[in-house]
Every structure is written in C-alpha cells, then in structure tokens.
C-alpha cells in the first residue's frame, strides 16, 4: 500500500522506501495504490427560492496538505430585503444650520427606500469628541454651555462621545421626533470623535436594536463637515489605553470615551466586515478636504465592507437621493469572505453577470434577482490544525465549512487490520502491508521466536566464512537484512537481500552527471540501471525517441542514422548538419534552380528554349500570387531587363523537387522625363536660394556685431562731445555800481 503526500506507504516483498513518487511505486510494481484525493460532503444545501438566498449552507471537506478542494457557492440578490438604517450625525456646532433642515427627514427617507423594500427601520445617533482637553475647553462656564469656534456662541448641551439617540425602528414619526429634540454641542478641535461612534454602532447590537446579520442589511449613514480622530490621537488628552471593540455604551451614553484611545482605521475595517454593517459618508460640499480623507478612508476600507462616501449640497437638500444612491451601490455589489483559521488557505474566482474575474471576491452591478456564483478553492498546509471548521460569508447567508484531514493510509484504520494474517506467519498483525508481531515473535514476517531473532547463519551472502553479516552495512533479524539507514552517503539508500546494493553505485549521465540520467530516465538497481520509458543504456542517457531527428517528416533528412534522439550522418555523403541537411560543398539551390524557373516559366534566361524542355523536364513547377514559408526556401533574382522575380523550392530525398514561383515580376517604374528636368531644375534652383539666404545672414551678423561695437565705443568716451573743454567766449560783461536798475 502507499498513500502519495505527506504520509506514504507501501508494501513490497524487498524492503523500499513507502513514501515515494506515484510514478516511481508504478515503475516498482506497486499493486495497490492508495493515492486519495481532496473532495467534500454536501449536508444541506437548499435551493435558492424566496426564503433561501445562499447555496449550498453546510458541507465537509475532505483535504490533502497542499491538494485544495474546490466548491460552488451561489448567491442571490434578494427582493424586498429587510434593511436597517442608522442615521448617525455631527453633532458639533459647525452642524447647527444642517441640523435645522432635518425635521421631516425620516417621512422622506421612508418614502424613497418603500420604493426598494417595506421592511425598513430607522435609528438615530450622535457624536462630538471626548469630553477632556484639549478636545474641548475645560473651564467651568464652557464645560456646561461649550462655545461653537466658528460663531464664538455659547450652545446648549456639554460634549459628549457618543449618544444613541433612538433605537431602530419602523417608525418614522419617532425618528423625526428625536431629530427635533436633539441639541447641538461644541468642542474645540476640528477632528471629530466619528471612529468612536462608529465603533460603538457596530458591536452595540443590543443597544442600536440590530437584528441578525442574515435577516436585514445593516447601514450607517454618517452625516459630518469634520475630519476624524483615530488611534494615537487620545494621547493629547491622557486618555492611553486602546480601544478593545467592545460595545460599553448603556443607556444610550459611550461610558468609556475618557477611558479608551480611538480606533484605527484598521481595527474598525474589522468590526465593520465582521457585523457587515456598510457606512456611508455624506459630507458637506464646501469641505474638500475632509471630502478627500473620507475618501481614502473607503478605499482603505476596499469593496469588501460596502463602504460608500458622497457629497452633500451646502442646504443638504439632497441628503433622501443620497442615501438612496449609495444604498444601491452596496446592494449591487455581492461580496463573499471568509473566516478561515491560519494555516487555512482560500482563493475565489467571481462569476459575475458581466464576466468571470478570477481571485475576485465581490460581483458589482448585481440587479435585484440575479444570481452570481463564487468559485472557492479551499487549500491546507498540515494536518496540526486547531480548528477545523470556519465560515463563508456573505451578506444574505453563511455557508459553513467542517474540515477533514486526509494524512493517514485508510488501510491503517482498525476495520482494515487483518489479524494472525497468514502473511504474518499467524503471528502478527497485517497492517497496511507490514506485519505487527505479537509478543514473542519477531521477524517481517513474524516468522522467527524473539530469542532467534538475531540468529546470523542465514544473512552471509554464499555462506562464504570470511564475509560480513548482511555486507556490512546491516543487522540479521530472523535470517533477513535490515539495512541500515544513517551514517550514509547523502541520499544514499542501501537495499539487497545481503545488504549489497547502493542506488549509487550506478553509471552517471555523462552529460547531467546524474545517476542514471536521473529519476526520469531511469533507477539504479544493485549496481545497474534499470531504464525507464524511451531511455536506454548503461545510464539511461540514450533515448530511442526519434523525435529530435525529424524535421519536415523525414528522418535526418534521409542522409543519416538515429542515434541516442541525435542525427548521425552518413560518411559516404556530404551532407551534415544536425538533421543531415547541411551541404557546405554543394552549390547554392537557388542558383540550381535559376535557370530552370526563368525558361518555364518567363520565357528567358541561358537556357534556349529547346534544351529547355529537356534540362528541366522533371522539374514540378506551380505558379503562385505570393510565396509563403510553407513553401520553402526563398530565392530572389533580377533578369535582363532588371525585373525581380521569386520562388521558393521545397525537395525531399528520394523526391522530385517542387517549386513555387510567384507569377509576377516587379520591375521598377519608367521615370518621366519632364519629372526628371523639373527635379533638377528645382534642385539647382533651391541651392542657389539657399546659398543666397545664408550669404544675407551672415552680412546681417557682421553688420550688427559692428554697429555694438561702436555704440559701445562711444559710450565709454571720457569727453563730452557738445561743449570743447578750452573754448572761452569772446564777450566779457562788467556790472556798473551806481547803476540802480532805472
């Protein structure tokens, strides 16, 4: 018996190795092969109809390590879904004025999303921040009555965490209600305390009155104009222990805001997935960048949790179609995960309405009623798992998974042991092959007292007086070998009768310098090579494949031998090559079959027309629109007339040659004579204006580097060119004293 895998085994009259290669227990003469394969059980596996939306929904896989099983899971989207909606908001001072437009927003709600479902619920919360600094200012008067930082007005309730306003309903009229008697708070920070009350949202399932995950869609819909705090930022307020998940909000109050660190982002992916709870973010217009944060905030959190962000107009009017927009964008896609253990490896390949994407997990574009088909391939990597069982989930259904391990022989269980088996001499018991003595007997086949066990007349090989017991290399038990196993050479195996045997005492492929040729080709056998499939010779290293010596279907081209899967070409001819098809002596095909083509087929050439039809007559000749490379070698020549004309020319030994020639010439155009006088012209005529334009550009440079070179000359003069330095005016003027002006 053998089992292929992590556990093998086998049974055989010469002792070997029970964990092998199949191919190799095959080549062994292996009689009873066991080589069990992954698979799996279906319990319970419904239809899919009104009431069931997941198929199948429980079922036992059976896996070999490293062998993966694989099985259908089909999902369909459901018609009037139940759906829970969470209506959370910012409750800061920024949102007073947004907060004035919601009083009749759950009528609307309730009337956009009757047109999807009649089975809908409405829950309402808010958020501010942690009430310590420096999230919000701590004197007394601004503890009670906190200011709002964009008007520096005081509003009316002190901040808070999280408060669940109003437990999930089907009543609108109450949602509408706890949105009128909701106060606005203030902090002093812009980021808000959103990943505490999303938390809180999710594992509170008491609390904000979610039903089971399977019975309705979970949504929270997150109406803010501020960033987010996360994980770290509590630090600035003392607060240092992380967030443990857990729900502790009572009574509708976040009771550990001052005590527990926001969440990651991470962390509450998680919790989101894990409850399927898919948020929506509607943000303010104006606010870009806290738009964009959110933004990658869903993409971190990936299609897998529904996440959807969107933008509301500055009156928030469009809050109704917002909400139901993203609710068919979640409801459209279908998402499957898994909670399998480590050790656990699961792949999906998705069969979407618009294609199959393989390692996909989630269908997008999903209309009401259609159904999607996932494809899961389950893989273990040992049999030391824990936990053997886990979930496929989806949102409107589990499936669930029980493992089996498949790492024993089915031949080592107790209603297949054969007790005082024959085979065992009576004396033992058969198990998987190999004998289990009893008490007092020994042997591998039980066949000897345990007192004689060790008797070695019988393991000396020819009874030869001066050899060794079992060769040396084992120990005599009941007058059999058992050879040993350590202190050998690396991958050494010793077997034989007497022990005498080495699987590497064989001949090594001269070329691999394996023994043997290696596992492929062949075995050593107690000094010799026992050869496999085509491989033949002293090390298997010769095969009788004639494959690698046929090109074009002819065996080394008809010139030569077959030998060891290479062409050995014949000495008496001159062809060689590594199919016989090489002719470096020969003359050139092409020039060969020249003559021939052009008498036959155009009509020219040395050869006259008589000496034509006797010289080519046995040449095959078909006429072709375009040569291609099944036809053979290509040949390209120009005639007197400086036309080209082409063939190709295919022979076979033994065989007359066929050619294939195109029927038409290519000849070069007749150039016009007017086109000729008129290029040159025009060439002549374009190098003389050329020339001219150069000689122009060049006067232009030199008249231009001259005229700077004076203006730059005149600038620098050290004299005054308007008035001579040493002129004296020919006139002198005298004033009279007693001249009084009259």
């Known amino acids: 018996y053998i089992f292929f895998g992590e556990q093998n085994y086998v049974w055989l009259e010469q002792p070997r190795a029970r964990c092998d290669d199949i191919k190799n227990h095959t080549r062994n003469g292996c009689k009873k092969i066991a ?288 909400i139901r927009d993203a609710y068919e964008t979640i409801a459209q896609t279908q998402t499957i995960r898994d909670t399998a253990p480590e050790g656990v490896r699961v792949n999906y390949t998705a069969y979407c309405p618009d294609g199959k994407q393989v390692g996909s997990k989630t269908c997008a574009n999903v209309q009401i009623g259609q159904k999607v088909s996932f494809e899961v391939s389950v893989t273990v990597d040992d049999c030391n798992l824990k936990e053997k069982s886990f979930s496929l989930v989806t949102p409107f259904g589990n499936v669930e998974i029980n493992l089996d391990f498949i790492c024993s022989c089915q031949c080592e269980k107790d209603e297949n042991l054969e007790e005082s088996s024959p085979h065992c001499s009576g004396n033992g018991t058969l198990t998987c092959g190999l004998c289990k003595c009893h008490k007092d007997r020994a042997g591998r086949k039980c066949q000897c007292k345990e007192e004689n066990k060790l008797a070695p007349s019988q393991c000396i090989k020819d009874n030869a007086t001066d050899a060794q017991v079992c060769s040396g290399l084992g120990t005599c038990l009941c007058g059999d070998c058992v050879c040993k196993k350590t202190g050998l050479r690396p991958g050494e195996i010793i077997n034989g009768k007497y022990c005498e045997c080495s699987n590497l005492d064989c001949p090594s492929d001269p070329d691999t310098d394996l023994i043997c040729g290696g596992p492929e080709h062949g075995q050593c056998l107690c000094g010799n090579c026992s050869c496999s499939g085509n491989w033949t010779g002293p090390s298997c290293s010769c095969t009788t494949s004639t494959e690698g010596c046929m090109k074009d279907g002819v065996l080394c081209n008809g010139y030569g031998t077959c030998e060891c899967g290479t062409c050995v070409c014949n000495a008496s001819t001159v062809y060689r090559g590594k199919y016989c098809d090489e002719c470096p002596s020969c003359a050139g095909k092409c020039s060969l079959n020249k003559d021939c083509v052009q008498c036959l087929v155009f009509k020219s050439g040395v050869i006259s027309a008589e000496d034509c039809k006797t010289r080519c007559k046995d040449f095959k000749i078909n006429e072709v629109d375009a040569l291609s490379t099944e036809m053979g070698e290509r040949c390209t020549f120009k005639d007197d007339d400086d036309c080209s004309f082409s063939f190709s020319y295919k022979e076979n030994p033994g065989k007359d040659v066929t050619i294939s020639v195109q029927r038409e010439k290519v000849c070069p155009k007749e150039a016009e004579a007017l086109a000729v006088i008129l290029g040159v012209v025009g060439g002549v005529l374009g190098v003389g204006l050329a020339l001219l334009l150069i000689w122009k550009l060049l006067a232009t440079i030199q008249d231009r580097r001259e005229f700077a070179k004076f203006e730059k000359e005149r600038q620098n003069a050290q004299w005054d060119t308007g008035e001579n330095p040493i002129f004296k005016q020919a006139t002198t003027t005298f004033q009279n004293p007693t001249y009084g002006g009259k």
């Open 35 to 322: 080589n069990p394969k992954s698979d799996y059980v279906t319990h319970e596996s419904k239809p899919l109809d009104a009431d069931v939306k997941v198929t199948p929904q429980n079922l036992t896989l059976s896996l070999r390590p490293g062998q993966p099983a694989t099985i259908k899971v089909d999902v369909k989207m459901p018609e009037n879904y139940p759906v829970d909606l969470y209506y959370l908001m910012d409750l800061s001072g920024s949102m007073v004025e947004d907060l004035k437009k919601f009083p009749t927003l759950g009528q609307q709600i309730a009337k956009e999303m009757r047109n999807i479902t009649n089975r809908f619920r409405l829950g309402f919360g808010g958020f501010v921040d942690k009430p310590v600094a420096p999230y919000i200012a701590t004197e007394p008067a601004a503890l009670a009555h906190p200011f709002d930082p964009a008007s520096d007005t005081p509003v009316s309730v002190p901040a808070f965490g999280f408060l669940n306003e109003l437990k999930l309903t089907p009543n609108y009229t109450e949602f509408e209600s706890a949105i009128r008697q909701v106060n606005i708070s203030g902090n002093v920070d812009n980021p808000e305390g959103t990943m505490d009350a999303l938390m809180q949202i999710a594992v509170c399932g008491s609390e904000i009155g979610w039903v089971d995950k399977q019975s309705a869609r979970r949504l929270v819909i997150v109406i803010t104009d501020a960033k987010y705090h996360f994980a770290g930022d509590g630090l600035l307020g003392g607060v240092v222990t992380p967030n443990d998940g857990h729900c502790h909000t009572k009574s509708g109050k976040y009771m550990a805001s001052t005590l527990m660190d926001y969440p990651s982002p991470g962390f509450l992916k998680t919790k989101l997935i894990d409850e399927q709870l898919s948020p929506i973010f509607a943000i303010n217009k104006t606010k870009t960048q806290v738009y964009n944060q959110y933004k990658e905030l869903v993409n971190f959190f990936g299609k897998e949790s529904g996440a959807v962000v969107d933008l509301l107009s500055e009156d928030s009017s469009n809050i109704v179609q917002l």
